[in-house]
């Protein structure tokens, strides 16, 4: 008799391969599957960002001298308001000034005067008196006493908001000059500009009033009734006189720049407003079908 041969080899190497393919981690190709999603996104969005660039860089390069806007408000004020803020810095930042007291005592029948140099960043504190020759005026080492206050943070922080605000004024205008159509043609730019009007008007209203006060206490510090608050002009047998203080008639105009900057910022929102898309819409209602905005308004 003979028997015929089973042929169950290859069933069960088809098992084995079922049960190797049965036998894959599902979370080891879902990680693989995110991988490649991820690694896809990521090029896409390197792309996306090189084309931004790309035309950035175009708009960039295409300057185009037009002197249009200077005779418009929004140039004309800005131009102003560059000019403003030189006047503003340069006033207070290169002030020097000095204060001077006579001293006589009853043992020297010569008087001699004594001085004390301050100047910006107003630092009153750090000013000490110094006498003529550097002698010895009454047996008193007038080195040791100095004016009082410290007003550097007031004059510093006015100083140094006007010199940024002339910087923000220089990339304005070039703006505005060189890059017309780029800048009103984008929403961002236009909203910037007007939110950076906003704050640079309300910080010049803090910084003047601030340095405003600065400037009161110190013409209190460095005037006439400084004498009485010198201990050795109070010791017997020494007479101080307040003699002068040089002037702060450019500290006074650094004040009224200041508030002259601020109208004009205030004065100017209304004007870089008209050029958002709050105050001019864009065109797109007009590619559905709206009606256009009217023109020469």
Sequence with gaps: MVFAASNTGPSYAGVGVSARMRGRNPSA????EGRGRGARSMASNIYLVRQRISRLGQRMSSFQLNLNPLKEPLGFIKVLEWIASIFAFATCGGFKGK???LVSCVKEPENKTITAAFG?????NEASFQTPQDVTVCGVDWKKYVLIGDYSSSAQ???TFAVFVFLYCIAALLLYVGYTNLYRDSRKLTMTDFVITIVVTFLWLVST?????ALTDIKSATGSSIVQELKPCSI???M????????MGSLNVSVIFGFLNMILWGGNAWFVYKETSFHSPSNTSTSQGGIPPPTGI
């Design 240 to 247: 101080c006189q307040f003699v002068s203080v040089t002037s």
């Design 29 to 32: 190709e879902a990680g693989l």
């Design 157 to 159: 922080f006015y100083v």
């Design 120 to 124: 910006y960043p107003f630092r009153l």
């Design 236 to 238: 017997q047998g020494v």
């Design 99 to 101: 204060t001077e007291i």
């Design 209 to 213: 009033s601030a340095w405003a006060k």
